[in-house]
Nanobody, 128 residues
Framework: QVQLVESGGGSVQAGGSLRLSCAASGDASISYCMAWFRHVPGQEREGVATIDRDGTTTVAESVKGRFTASKDDARDILYLNMDRLKPEDTAMYYC??????????????????????WGRGTQVTVSS
């Protein structure tokens, strides 16, 4: 059963923009907290942004002012709008869902172990 599917990645030049999408289904679509993570080989998976069921969003300090999370509840789609991209934003970007309806801490500092469902990722490459 497919739960999360990301799309929208690609290659852009520094300063450009991309919009990632994550289509949710099943239990993932009714999760309290959904998040975007990114991963560079050899590094730990980094929390980028979160959005909870009430629509409250958070972003990591490294992307503050450039990235914004949003969602379309009617279509069960999570978005990550990325502006003023930098080469250091190059990574595989993953959508994650906690798989619970319980209220709990939902911010970009929460580690990947707290999320039950993961997409397969979409690659973002930013060239200088």
């Amino acid at each position: 059963q497919v739960q999360l599917v990301e799309s929208g990645g690609g290659s852009v030049q520094a300063g450009g923009s991309l919009r990632l999408s994550c289509a949710a289904s099943g239990d993932a679509s009714i999760s309290y907290c959904m998040a975007w993570f990114r991963h560079v080989p050899g590094q730990e998976r980094e929390g980028v942004a979160t959005i909870d069921r009430d629509g409250t969003t958070t972003v990591a300090e490294s992307v503050k002012g450039r990235f914004t999370a949003s969602k379309d509840d009617a279509r069960d789609i999570l978005y990550l709008n990325m502006d003023r991209l930098k080469p250091e934003d190059t990574a595989m970007y993953y959508c994650a869902a906690d798989g619970t309806q319980d209220r709990h801490k939902c911010d970009a500092s929460v580690g990947p172990d707290e999320y039950r469902y993961w997409g397969r990722g979409t690659q973002v490459t930013v060239s200088s």
